[in-house]
Every structure is written in C-alpha cells, then in structure tokens.
C-alpha cells in the first residue's frame, strides 16, 4: 500500500512538472502579444508583481491564530455574484478573515470597492513561486472558488497546504464541455482536490461528475447571479433621465456589454427606428473599455449624432447615441431602457448575463449565441420572459416591440417574476461551506 501511494505522488509530481513546464513555453511563447496588450491598452500592467508573487504591503495578514477564507473570483461578474456570500460568509465565521482574489483589472476595482483594498489581491499565475508565498502568508483553512477556475498547481498546493477546497456557482459552459471531456481522465486527478462542488444547475452537476468529480461532492444549490442586489441608485440614472425628457427624446433603447461586430448590427437597426421614432435615444456600453475609441470612431463614420459620456456635462438628449464610455453605470442605466439588448450574443462570443435589465423588470432581447449563460437564458425564454433573435430579425423584433406597449411590459413584468422565483442560492452555498468548514 505504502508502495503504492509512492508511485501515485511520483506520477501526480511528473504531471505537475510537465504541466508547469508547458505552461512556461506557452507563456513565453505568447509573450509578444502580452507585451503588446501592455503597450497598446495598458492591460495586465497592473498588480503584475502581485501576479507572480509578491505579496502586497498593503494586506492586512492575519495574526497567528486568525483563521483565513480565501475567495476567488475572476472578475466583475463574479465578484457581483459572490459579494451576496462573503457578507453570509463573514455573519457565519465572524472570527474569520475573508481575502478575495481577482484576475481582471476591473474586478479588482470593483472588489476593493465592496470588500476594502487590505482584503483583496490579484490572484497569482499558477506556477509553485507564485502560489506559494500567499499559503504561507495567508495559511488558508478554506479556498472558495467561483465558477470554473480549475488551476491545476493552485488546486494542488491549496489542497496540500491544508485547506479545504470548494468551487462555488460551479457551471461546465456548451464551450468548455467537449475539451473537458477529451481530458477526463487528467481532470479527474486534479478534481480529487476538490471537497466540494456547489452546482448552478442538474447538467452543471451530471457534466461535473461526468469528467471526474466523486458524486458524493457534488450538490446542485442554484445560482448566486439570482441573488445579485439591484444597483444602487446612482445620480448618473436620474441625470440621463432628466436630459431625456428636456430633449423631449425616446424611446429609450440601452445596449449592454457589446462585443466587436456587433455593434454595426445594432447600429444599422437603430438607423431603422429613427424612420419611425425620429427622437430614439440608444445608449450603447461596449463590453472592454479598450473599445471605447473604436466605437466613437464607428459612430462618425455612419454619421450618426453621438456623444461620450465622459465628455457628457448634462445637456438635453434629443436623439442619437450616448456612448458609455464608462465603467459602473450600465446595471444602473438599464432603468431607463423601454427596451434592452444584451451583448456577446449577435456574434459567437458566447453572450452575457441578461439578469441586470431583468432586475429593472425590462423587455430584453439577446441574440441566438447565448452558450455561455444557456441555462439562464433557457428559463427566461421558458417563461416567455425574453426574445432571441438573429441579426436579420433585430430591426423588426426592436420595432414590434417599441409599437406595443402592453406586450412589452409584460415580457418585462415575466422576466422580473422569474428572477424573483429564482433567489435563495447564496444561503444553499452557505450552509454547504458551514459543513465543509466544520468536518474533521
């Protein structure tokens, strides 16, 4: 038996070593275009010494007896969808300190505005050098991880390390199934590092177990974007308004997180509401800042009147388009929207999370590439509660939508019941991370 488990560590550090030195290659390899994403959009600068594991002066470590949970999440979405649980988190273990990782920029924005700058990092490239300082800083009794973050030397070294592991609002995309299950038997070994799994859905569950999570780790308990609090109100929301109704303009269109092809689709069907509603506002958020200019640039080319909204001082809107040039407000400006389009979804990329104008009870509409969020999107258009479209069917579906009033608001009233009928996941994941905490 001893023999036995000494050639199981031998073959997991060989896969170990192999997959840190492909992981090296693959980075250096790619090297020039992380250079260039530097340069030319000042990406991944940031927190680049915290990547590869210096340990910000700026956190507040824990004592020798103050026990740590560890929360990761990736970015905007999932810092949202966790903020719900780290609140339940530190009611539960008010004797804990709760640190929160992020890979994007934004999200580690966002997260040191909701959970202060001495509670939050960037989350380490997964190479042993880097990994291990924060486990010896942090010596975690938990790492809570959102979603799919399956880093196999993090997982590895945490486990090790002694903390218990838990994946969070654990979700296997249409995308990422096929590749997992090419690797199944690699995944297997790397998901035996896992003591639990709390699922979005029964797929998500079935798909998890299918690659090779044990089944007795694996419960279904919702999903936390359910849970998500409506924005606050912001001044930006009641300004915009403001300028509406002095412009004497509508209705109000609000397009959300658009990706790159997208917006000449969305563009050319606002040019056909302007023949029926000459006075239609479209306010237009592109999903990735660094986009910001290349769709300012679009909008003169159609000659389309627009205006940024960092530049924008509160003037009348009378039509056109107010580009969202900024980062924040958009959850909030769906309020005004008689009609909402989610991004990422007229393009294969997979779409975006529709729940934000559900919240304001909004007629949305999302193009027919929506694997990313195929369960969410799967139950609003279930209930009647959202419309898919392809890009030919758009002008049309935006136009029967805006010249029926009573349809429109209840398609909006739908979506506002389900999320309602939806909520409670974030006490499910609490009380399974309370079991979890508390095993021997």
């Not at 290349?294 to 809107?317: D, H, N, P, T, Y």
Request: aromatic share 8%; proline share 5%; net charge positive.
């Amino acid at each position: 038996m001893d023999l036995c488990l000494q050639w199981l560590d031998l073959i997991s550090s060989l896969y170990s070593f192999l997959y840190s030195v492909a992981l090296g290659i693959g980075m250096l390899a790619s090297l020039p275009y992380w250079l260039w994403q530097m340069v030319r959009h000042g990406k991944y600068r940031k927190g680049l010494a915290e990547r590869l594991g210096a340990v910000p002066a700026r956190l507040r470590l824990p004592g020798e007896q103050e026990p740590v949970i560890w929360v990761h999440a990736v970015s905007v979405g999932e810092v949202l969808a966790v903020a719900g649980l780290v609140e339940e988190l530190q009611r539960c273990f008010p004797q804990h300190r709760i640190f929160i990782s992020t890979t994007t920029d934004t999200g580690q924005e966002l997260a040191r505005k909701r959970f202060g700058k001495s509670n939050v990092f960037y989350f380490p490239m997964d190479f042993g050098f880097a990994i291990r300082p924060y486990l010896r800083a942090l010596r975690p009794r938990m790492v809570v991880i959102a979603e799919t973050e399956f880093w196999p030397n993090f997982m590895r070294l945490a486990h090790a390390s002694g903390a218990r592991i838990a994946v969070v609002n654990a979700r296997i995309s249409d995308r990422s199934w096929p590749s997992y299950r090419r690797f199944r038997g690699l995944l297997r070994r790397l998901l035996a590092n896992v003591d639990l799994f709390l699922a979005q859905t029964q797929e998500d569950a079935a798909r998890l177990q299918d690659i090779g999570a044990s089944p007795e780790r694996v419960r279904v308990a919702g999903n936390l974007k359910f849970d998500i609090p409506g924005p606050a109100p912001m001044a930006i929301v009641e300004s915009v308004r403001k300028s509406i109704a002095e412009g004497g303009a509508g209705p109000v269109l609000v397009c959300g997180s658009t990706v790159e092809g997208e917006e000449p689709l969305l563009l050319k069907a606002f040019e056909n509401l302007l023949v029926q509603y000459p006075r239609a506002v479209m306010i237009l958020a592109p999903r990735h800042p660094e986009r910001f200019a290349v769709v300012a640039a679009l909008l003169e080319q159609m000659s389309i009147r627009f205006c940024r909204r960092s530049l924008w001082k509160g003037e009348a809107l009378g039509s056109g388009v107010l580009l969202l040039d900024t980062i924040g407000e958009l959850a909030a400006l769906y309020a005004l929207a008689d009609v909402a389009f989610v991004g990422g979804s007229l393009v294969p990329r997979g779409g975006h999370n529709i729940i934000e104008p559900a919240q304001h009870g909004v007629a949305t509409v999302v193009g027919n590439h929506t694997e990313n969020f195929r369960d969410i999107v799967s139950l609003f258009r279930d209930r009647d509660a959202v419309k898919i479209v392809g890009p030919a069917e758009l002008p049309l579906v935006l136009l029967e939508l805006l010249a029926n009033d009573e349809g429109r608001r209840a398609l909006g009233q739908r979506a506002a019941e389900t999320m309602r009928a939806q909520t409670g996941a974030t006490t499910r994941m609490a009380d399974g991370l309370q079991e979890l905490l508390a095993r021997p």
